[in-house]
């Protein structure tokens, strides 16, 4: 009689254990959802490039593709370095887009699909995907603005938006990662002023920034247009890059 109260304790706690794991993705799918709405895959999907989704590499890893549609302006967002990454190593921060009345940048527009999002979803960590309104963009290179359709953009979660620090700087391969992407496309679509305004339509750039370009953080050679890049760096003020490239 005991042994069958032990085990009749025991498979009790073993179904207790199986439906609370059986619950947790449910509740996870529920946070996605209200992170990452869900896709109407009867309509054109697009997505609003902001950072390093604008370097052909990355969109050929990421989305498996190199097409883009053109170069727009964004009205109702910010772009700046104050996205901050904790969870990995190393800490650093990196450009981000936080919904800004006022305010604006030069981003790409990207035709995607519901497999490509989805696919970027699923490595979102500092981001939520939000639908944002084809009136608040302005093409500047030519082009039509899809008249139906979906487009997304992925904007900081509240939580995530930090200033730099000594511990989370900005990391000098991300911005030639980020400024090498702004050349190519102002080189694709002949804007000469795009790359410059990478620079000026981006906030945040502060002494907290360190110079990995010649040992990547990230453990990768970059490929990227440095004498073009120190060019447009020497665009901030106060000499800020030349603190940083005398390191």
Known sequence: ??????????????????????????SSWAL?????????TTQ?????????LMLEAAREKKLNKDKAEFPVWV??????????????????????VTPKEGKLFNGLLLASSGHQISSLDRNETLNCRTLISVRQLKTMAGGQLPGKGQIWIYVLKPGSMKR???????QQSDVDNFLTGCVEQSRAFSLPQFA?????????????????????????????KRKE??????????????KVRDE
Do not use: H
């Not at 706690?13 to 439906?19: N, V």
């Not at 410059?196 to 970059?222: H, K």
């Open 32 to 40: 996605d959802l209200a992170c990452f709405p869900r896709v109407d």
């Open 75 to 96: 009205s109702g967002y910010q772009r700046g370095w104050f996205a901050r990454v904790v969870e990995k190593s190393p800490t650093k921060t990196v450009p981000g």
């Open 44 to 52: 054109k999907q697009y997505l609003v490039a902001s950072d390093m």
């Open 164 to 170: 730099t620090a000594g511990k989370y700087p900005i």
């Open 196 to 224: 410059e305004q990478c620079v000026d339509f981006t906030v945040g750039w502060s002494q907290n920034w360190a110079n990995d370009r010649e040992r990547p953080s990230g453990g990768r050679l970059i490929q990227n």
């Open 1 to 26: 009689m005991e042994t069958m109260d032990a085990f009749g304790i025991m498979s009790v706690k073993r179904w207790l254990a199986t439906m609370f794991c059986l619950a947790l993705p449910v």
């Open 229 to 242: 890049i120190d060019r447009l760096l020497e665009r901030l003020e106060a000499e800020l890059f030349e």
